[in-house]
């Protein structure tokens, strides 16, 4: 079986989730090809951010970065689709060798690749859906730019044979939104990789926790996008709540441009207590993890919650937005805390949950950890997306095109 993947994020350039998505998934499809299944992979990316521009990451996975134009972001989405024709004129290039049995794309940034590869090859394209335009903004359209992603998002929808998408709320989004039929969609959630789990000394451990706490402060952490439906902004908000019961909690928000949200710390009187850390490294992420009292990831809008999974992965407890994924992967005092969303009082009452009752607290982060290992293993989840390769390659050969 030859797959051709199409994502617009591979390292060196990652913006979010999905590059982070592809990296974990294309090994752990690799590791499943054999003599008697085998399975090989072209990756079609950009190269915004360097990189070869044909790189061999395993044997039956390569990875083929396009140089492009840059985006002007004064029309992003008409910049982007000029772009794919060069994606386009690669793929053709590949196929002259060999042809591919199936398309597997990766959100509405290849959509057009992806779509013109299925007509001119006549083999069926599949649809990864990390998010949707509209969920983004709470179900609205503010701008031109974002209706013309959201009608990308639709027929990406209607043409791929089947979507895969990693929760059952986005299942639901992709029916309501786009129409697609339940049974078009597969659900297979996001994983972890336990490789990259990180132990620290406790010597070193506690070097950290002194310098953010030096003075026994609690500590809670907030790491994301620094975008609003991350909500991040709520978390400050909640903040004169919090310290009026528990004077001493101090926040670590983590993200690039977070010190934006400064001067609203100054007007709540809680920039004192509030440190904007930047960008920070995953090392540092998992770090800090393991010292925090609670991560709290207040989201307005969330399709999984792999940061929930991460943070539960290094033994921190969760206090999450009971929105999309996390309110799948976190279930409420039984792995983590959930909150209403865009709700500072629910924040705070979360916050008092945590603080008041540690022996509970502790009950919920050990048996989190444990669930989070058990369930969310990328091999399983490689294995599920190849059976559908195979039902879809399948079912391509009982249909005339």
């Not at 009971?322 to 039984?334: N, P």
Request: hydrophobic share 45%; charged share 20%.
């Amino acid at each position: 079986m030859r797959i051709l993947m199409v994502s617009w994020e591979y390292p060196p350039y990652m913006v979010g989730g999905m590059g982070k998505h592809v990296v974990q998934l294309l090994p752990a499809l690799s590791a499943l090809s054999s003599s008697t299944a085998p399975i090989q992979i072209d990756l079609l990316t950009t190269r915004y951010a360097g990189g070869e521009p044909v790189e061999q990451i395993a044997p039956n996975v390569t990875v083929h970065r396009v140089e492009l134009p840059p985006i002007d972001p004064r029309d992003l989405y008409n910049s982007v689709i000029a772009n794919n024709a060069a994606l386009i004129a690669y793929a053709f290039g590949l196929a002259s060798h060999q042809p591919y049995d199936l398309i597997h794309l990766h959100d509405w940034l290849v959509g057009e690749a992806g779509i013109a590869l299925k007509h001119a090859w006549k083999i069926p394209l599949l649809a990864t859906i990390h998010a949707t335009e509209r969920g983004r903004h709470q179900g609205y359209l503010p701008s031109h730019t974002s209706y013309q992603i959201d009608q990308m998002e639709w027929r990406i929808c209607f043409e791929a044979w089947r979507l895969i998408v990693c929760s059952q709320f986005m299942r639901g989004e992709v029916y309501y939104y786009f129409g697609a039929p339940y049974d078009k969609v597969d659900v297979i959630p996001n994983g972890l990789d336990t490789n990259e789990l990180s132990v620290y000394p406790p010597t070193e451990l506690a070097e950290l926790r002194h310098r953010y706490a030096p003075n026994g402060e609690e500590l809670l952490f907030f790491v994301g996008r620094v975008v609003h439906e991350k909500g991040l902004q709520v978390l400050i908000e909640a903040m004169p709540g919090i310290l009026a019961q528990y004077p001493h909690t101090r926040l670590l928000a983590a993200g690039k441009n977070g010190s934006k949200f400064l001067p609203l710390a100054y007007e709540l009187n809680v920039a004192d207590a509030v440190d904007f850390l930047g960008f920070i490294s995953d090392d540092e992420r998992d770090c800090i993890y393991q010292i925090a009292d609670a991560a709290i990831f207040p989201s307005l809008y969330e399709p999984f919650g792999i940061v929930a999974l991460e943070a539960m992965a290094q033994n921190c407890n969760v206090i999450v937005s009971a929105v999309g994924g996390l309110g799948e992967v976190v279930e409420h005092e039984v792995n983590g805390l959930t909150v209403y969303p865009n709700d500072t009082q629910s924040i705070g009452w979360a916050v008092n949950q945590l603080f008041s009752d540690p022996d509970a607290a502790a009950q919920r982060r050990r048996y989190a950890r444990r669930q989070t290992l058990a369930l969310y293993h990328w091999d399983q989840i490689a294995a599920t997306t190849v059976d559908v390769y195979a039902a879809v390659v399948q079912a391509r050969t009982k249909v005339p095109w």
